[in-house]
């Protein structure tokens, strides 16, 4: 049962990246349908065997943070139709991801479910591209080469500056598997490595400048992480970044490149795209309710613009006001110290992984967004995994190598039998193996 729970959390990580992308209806995404299930499947597991692994400082700030948030929606939040369910969803996943992730072997499964889910949302935006449907296409039809007006691509059901950074992510995550190399099969190696190139187009046809940023940082990590490598893998790893940088220059539209470009014009305005403005507002209103904040989900409603936060930071100090925010920093403080701790073992991954994550967090509206909780879970995860190396999960030894290991204390045993003297050792116990 344990297992099938185990094997349900990687199909819900998985399906992270694709947001909404697959609806059931009635049911709602993918996500979350995978997501109820995988929470049950654990729920059933912990009933049955009345074990739950000990929570640390990190869980208990991050779970009250999430409680404060719930108890500003439902008690002061002016927030119309705000998805109530998604902040008990979020404790549940944090607490899962915890009790299912005790070794480096786990950690390293959720990444690489992570990987397979943004490589079918790659595939996804490719493929609106291949059809020629551009953000806006509703209302200008489709992407036309002539004529310029619409010049971003997104997955379906996605937003592309969210799909960007997990792109990003994604792309160092799967750079950290292939720098490791004792993680998955050749299939999943492969695929680790065909994803850098398909991350990259796709990150550039989205067109988002924080995408762009997050992308050289996993980039640099992939580069940085590839001196573990043998030659032949150091050779496939760069052919694959050049293959991504060729294919920009090929199929991503001049005016997409011109945008990613200005990004650094559009900082110095302090525009950012419209979001100076609305961070304007978010320090307002939090001057306005400095203490408990406006409540969760409320931002948008709070302020004259109507528009969303873009980030994290300004959205947390607005909704939830000191309280909250002291709680977040809290949580964040506790994460850095664990990716910093874990820099030896990650090769700096972790590192890496929260700074992608930091970019995106300061322009994006992430406070109660999946991959934010999913990244920060995983940092600690990993610490964990590191500080504690009994906890390392054995190798299942197949039937074949169970009997070379009896076959080889047999012949132990017998050699050197007609030597004068000779007396083997019987006090040695049977060979054991770790069978689950």
């Known amino acids: 049962m344990r297992r099938a729970a185990f094997f349900l959390l990687l199909a819900f990580v998985a399906t992270i990246p694709l947001n909404s992308a697959l609806s059931l209806g009635a049911v709602g995404s993918m996500n979350k349908f995978i997501g109820f299930a995988a929470g049950g499947a654990w729920v059933a597991v912990f009933v049955t065997s009345g074990r739950l692994r000990h929570l640390l400082r990190f869980h208990l700030v991050l779970l009250a943070f999430l409680f404060w948030a719930l108890l500003s929606l439902v008690i002061w939040s002016d927030a119309v139709e705000a998805p109530v369910e998604t902040l008990p969803l979020l404790a549940v996943m944090v607490v899962m991801l915890w009790d299912s992730c005790k070794t480096e072997w786990d950690v390293d499964a959720v990444l690489q479910a992570f990987v397979v889910g943004a490589g079918l949302a790659a595939l996804s935006l490719l493929y609106n591209y291949r059809l020629g449907v551009a953000i806006g296409f509703e209302e200008y039809g489709f992407f036309d080469p002539d004529n310029m007006v619409t010049v971003r691509f997104q997955a379906a059901g996605t937003d592309p500056n969210e799909l960007g950074v997990m792109l990003a992510a994604a792309i160092a995550m799967a750079a950290y598997l292939l720098s490791k190399g004792s993680f998955g099969s050749k299939g999943l190696r492969i695929l680790n490595l065909l994803f850098v190139p398909a991350g990259v187009l796709a990150i550039a046809l989205t067109g988002s400048r924080t995408g762009a940023l997050a992308l050289g940082v996993a980039l640099a990590f992939a580069l940085y992480s590839g001196r573990r490598l043998r030659f032949g893998g150091r050779l496939l790893g760069l052919t694959g970044i050049v293959l ?40 307002e209103l939090f001057a306005q309710n400095p203490a408990i904040g406006v409540g969760a989900y409320s931002f948008s409603a709070s302020v004259p613009s109507g528009l969303p936060a873009h980030s994290l930071p300004i959205q947390a100090s607005a909704e939830l006001g000191a309280v909250g925010l002291v709680l977040l920093v809290t949580v964040l403080a506790i994460a850095a110290s664990a990716a910093r701790t874990s820099y030896r073992w990650g090769d700096g991954f972790w590192v890496a992984l929260m700074a992608i994550w930091a970019l995106g967090a300061l322009t994006l509206s992430w406070t109660y967004q999946k991959f934010t909780y999913l990244v920060l879970s995983m940092i600690v995860a990993a610490w964990m995994a590191q500080e504690n190396p009994r906890l390392e999960r054995p ?42």
């Open 395 to 436: 190798a299942v030894p197949s039937a074949r190598s169970h009997l070379l290991a009896n076959r080889t204390r047999r012949s132990a045993l017998t050699i050197g039998r007609d030597r004068p003297g000779f007396r083997p050792d019987v006090t040695k116990p049977p060979v054991e193996t770790d069978w689950p």
């Open 244 to 283: 991504g940088v060729l294919a920009i220059q090929e199929f991503v539209p001049a005016v997409t490149i011109e945008r990613i470009l200005g990004t650094a014009d559009n900082a110095l305005s302090g525009d950012f795209s419209g979001r100076g403005l609305v961070w304007l507002e978010g320090l």
